[in-house]
């Protein structure tokens, strides 16, 4: 696997952990983590200004579905691997 993808699941599944201490000591909410994500996901989905593939879009979008996915596992008290999220999202779309 390329070094930089290695860096990106890291940096991901570092991110998630963030999230659910952010949400464990109530700074924010799960709800409110989620809503900043979706902005940041509709923001990708509706910026005109590069012509991105379809592929190439969901490139991008794919951490922040790993981490929306993580918050709604940590939500429950579960927890997943980075290729147990990444098979979500694979079958998501």
Do not use: W
């Amino acid at each position: 696997m390329n070094t930089a993808n290695l860096q990106l699941k890291g940096l991901i599944m570092a991110m998630a952990s963030l999230c659910d201490a952010i949400a464990e000591k109530e700074l924010l909410t799960r709800g409110e983590i989620d809503a900043a994500l979706s902005k940041a996901r509709r923001a990708i989905e509706e910026d005109d200004d590069h012509e991105l593939s379809g592929a190439n879009q969901a490139a991008i979008l794919f951490p922040i579905r790993v981490l929306q996915l993580a918050g709604e596992a940590g939500g429950k008290g579960e927890g997943a691997t980075f290729s147990d999220y990444a098979r979500l999202v694979g079958k998501l779309g």
